[in-house]
Nanobody, 116 residues
Framework: QVQLVESGGGLVQPGGSLRLSCAASGFSFSERTMTWFRQAPGQEREYVAH????????AYAYSVEGRFTISRDNAKNTVYLKMDSLEPEDTAVYYC?????????WGEGTRVTVSS
C-alpha cells in the first residue's frame, strides 16, 4: 500500500532553516510528481511546492518562492523540502502528497514551529 512518512520538523527561530523529508513506498516513486502542502492552525491546507517525476521541473507557492527548495532522490524514494529564512507565518503541519491511480495519498505530517 502507498505510504508517505514525513520527518524533519521541529522548533526553529525566525530566520532559521529546516529540511523536511518524505519517505515514500508502495508505488513507483520515480514516475510520480510529488507535492508538499501545509496546514496552519485554524486554516485550510495549502499548496507549498511540487516537483515532477524526474526532478527537472519545480514550482512554488508565491509565499515561499525564493526561500524554500523542493528536491528528490529517486534512488532513495524520498522527496525533500529545504526551508530557509523561516518566518512565524510558516508555522504549520507539513504534508507530503502523491496522486496514484486517481487517489490522493497523504502522510501524517510533520510539525514546524517558527518562534523566538
Amino acid at each position: 500500500q502507498v505510504q508517505l512518512v514525513e520527518s524533519g520538523g521541529g522548533l526553529v527561530q525566525p530566520g532559521g532553516s529546516l529540511r523536511l523529508s518524505c519517505a515514500a513506498s508502495g508505488f513507483s516513486f520515480s514516475e510520480r510528481t510529488m507535492t508538499w502542502f501545509r496546514q496552519a492552525p485554524g486554516q485550510e491546507r495549502e499548496y507549498v511546492a511540487h516537483i515532477t517525476s524526474t526532478g527537472d521541473s519545480t514550482a512554488y507557492a508565491y509565499s515561499v518562492e525564493g526561500r524554500f527548495t523542493i528536491s528528490r532522490d529517486n534512488a532513495k524514494n524520498t522527496v525533500y523540502l529545504k526551508m530557509d529564512s523561516l518566518e512565524p507565518e510558516d508555522t504549520a503541519v507539513y504534508y507530503c502528497n502523491v496522486l496514484v491511480r486517481g487517489v490522493d495519498y497523504w502522510g501524517e505530517g510533520t510539525r514546524v514551529t517558527v518562534s523566538s
